[in-house]
């Protein structure tokens, strides 16, 4: 019996956003690619740290917001290696209204990851074994037992005057 919970949302951005024409986007392996991009020069919040840059462009009505952070030039595996609870929670709260010229590569994205080895490494094993999972408040004529467990997001910027 699969289950689904999903949960969307769409919003446009606080200001709107222009197209930027098309910049040549250098990728992980170093190859490059033609990308339209989308900004604006805005105050949002900015900030800045070892090997690494952070902005934050809010949706309308400032209570969502989506942050870029920017790795300088061949630092990405460093400011990966830092990004933990403590830098992440400077990232999103550290930021100062500042001037920014913001440009970013329009992107369509769709990542999956699987959950149920992290969940039973973590200790959460009875839900995951037939026979031991007790989903009483559910159901009791069957034995409920969970099977798989993914998470999904999808993330659209493909046009720059909504989200």
Do not use: N
Not at 30 to 57: H, K, L, N, R, Y
Request: charged share 25%; no cysteine.
């Amino acid at each position: 019996m699969p289950t689904t919970r999903t949960r969307g949302s769409r919003a446009p951005w606080h200001e709107k956003l222009g197209e930027r024409g098309t910049t040549d986007f250098t990728l992980l392996d170093g190859s490059t690619v033609t990308a339209p991009m989308a900004g604006e020069t805005m105050a949002i919040p900015f900030t800045q740290g070892d090997g690494w840059q952070a902005a934050t462009v809010p949706y309308a009505g400032r209570d969502l917001a989506m942050t870029f952070l920017v790795p300088d030039a061949a630092e990405l595996d460093a400011v990966e290696a830092a990004l933990d609870d403590e830098l992440l929670a400077e990232i999103l709260t550290s930021g100062e209204d500042t001037m920014v010229d913001l440009r970013f590569p329009m992107f369509d994205l769709d990542q999956r990851a699987p959950l149920v080895q992290v969940l039973k490494g973590l200790g959460l094993t009875a839900p995951f074994v037939r026979g031991t999972a007790d989903f009483a408040p559910i159901t009791t004529e069957e034995k409920l037992f969970i099977a798989d467990v993914l998470h999904q997001f999808v993330g659209r910027v493909t046009d720059p005057t909504a989200s």
